[in-house]
């Protein structure tokens, strides 16, 4: 089974910049699509971006311009790139991959604090 690990979140102050990773266990090749999803304290987990197996990526309208979604293929890792994060983006990130039989596999998360 696909093992997914986060890392790179973090305290950041209004304005700052901050870069997740996803690892996977599994070649990049063997997952149909990965996301990151965001869960802020009292609220419903949601999407925030995808990146599909043909490299097509998908985004939240509100957050182009300041998150970006990327791989490298040869390390298996997929990133989320997030600039002028504002308080309203503190939350625990997720990254999620859809494996090539559909299955969905959850990294653990990484917690995103941003202060004004």
């Known amino acids: 089974q696909v093992q997914l690990v986060e890392s790179g979140g973090g305290l950041v102050q209004a304005g700052g910049s901050l870069r997740l990773s996803c690892v996977t266990s599994?070649?990049?090749?063997?997952?149909?699509?990965m996301g990151w999803y965001r869960q802020a304290p009292g609220k419903q987990r949601e999407w925030v971006a995808t990146?599909?197996?043909?490299?097509?990526?998908t985004c939240v309208q509100g957050l182009k311009g300041r998150f970006t979604i990327s791989r490298d293929n040869a390390r298996n890792t997929v990133y989320l790139q997030m600039s002028n994060l504002k308080p309203e983006d503190t939350a625990v990130y997720y990254c999620?991959?859809?494996?090539?039989?559909?299955?969905?596999?959850w990294g653990q998360g990484t917690q995103v604090t941003v202060s004004s």
């Open positions: 999620k991959a859809r494996d090539v039989f559909g299955s969905d596999v």
């Open positions: 990146i599909a197996r043909d490299g097509s990526i």
């Open positions: 599994a070649s990049i090749f063997r997952i149909n699509a």
